[in-house]
């Protein structure tokens, strides 16, 4: 399917464990793909080829690699103060995204194959951040590193604060000492930032909600799938701030 509009193009980030894809129209996203890695090869350069495309790479295979003709960003293109140099650069588009879609202060939650908080302080710059394992990683991680404990998946609801056997047991640990350690952290930036914004995003947002509901009353947080591509966008185009329509605030 080839796309005449001279104004289509691709934001592409290639993560840890998938290729998150987007299309827009202008500054308008049209879609958007999560390709697993046995997704890879039908990528949708398949049904539009040809478009321009601005994207990173945090994973093993490089942007141009998957893209060719790809821009790549960097960490230098994006202009949040006081980054330091080794900054993922998905985190900070995320950031990027963050604050111009919902302003300053605010605290990024991205819950993938890592879970991150990465935060931007009233003036819009930088202030420090936290990477965990990701919910899949901290379940898997006794199953692989223990010669009995069970592979137990991450419970989608609460369960029993007192597990009564080993797999309640794991469970109870992954959900609540998972949701304690986002309270402490939360609660320390909302005590600095009595009025800042916490956006969840990354694959696992909505398991990342459920636990937050243990603490916090819902109205303190959205869900934003595309904080990156969000952060794509305004760097493409970088002569304006771009302001998005409520409807097209995509969880």
């Not at 302003?103 to 931007?120: I, K, R, S």
């Not at 109870?172 to 952290?185: E, K, R, V």
Request: glycine content about 8%; charged content about 15%; some cysteine.
């Amino acid at each position: 399917m080839a796309l005449q509009q001279s104004n289509h193009w691709f934001a592409l980030i290639i993560g840890n464990s998938r290729q998150h894809w987007a299309l827009f129209s202008g500054e308008h996203l049209s879609q958007t793909w999560h390709l697993s890695p046995e997704e890879f090869a039908c990528n949708p350069t398949q049904d539009y080829p040809g478009l321009p495309c601005w994207g990173a790479s945090v994973g093993s295979v490089p942007l141009h690699q998957v893209y060719p003709t790809a821009i790549a960003l960097t960490l230098k293109d994006i202009p949040i103060p006081r980054m330091y140099p080794t900054l993922g650069i998905d985190r900070a588009l995320a950031l990027w995204g963050a604050l111009q879609v919902y302003g300053a202060p605010v605290c990024v939650v991205d819950a993938g194959t890592a879970l991150t908080l990465t935060l931007a302080n009233d003036r819009g710059e930088f202030a420090g951040g936290v990477i965990l394992p990701g919910v899949g990683l901290m379940a898997r991680a006794l199953a692989d590193y223990t010669a009995a404990l069970p592979c137990v998946a991450f419970p989608t609801t609460a369960p029993p604060r007192w597990g009564t056997t080993t797999s309640t047991a794991i469970e109870s640990g992954l959900y609540h000492g998972t949701a304690a350690i986002l309270q402490a952290y939360l609660g320390d930036f909302f005590e600095e930032y009595t009025q800042g914004t916490l956006i969840v995003t990354g694959g696992d947002r909505s398991l990342m909600s459920q636990l937050l509901k243990t603490f916090l009353d819902p109205h303190r947080w959205r869900e934003d799938a595309h904080l990156a591509f969000w952060g794509i966008r305004a760097l493409r185009n970088s002569t304006a701030k771009i302001e998005m329509q409520p409807t097209e605030r995509i969880d």
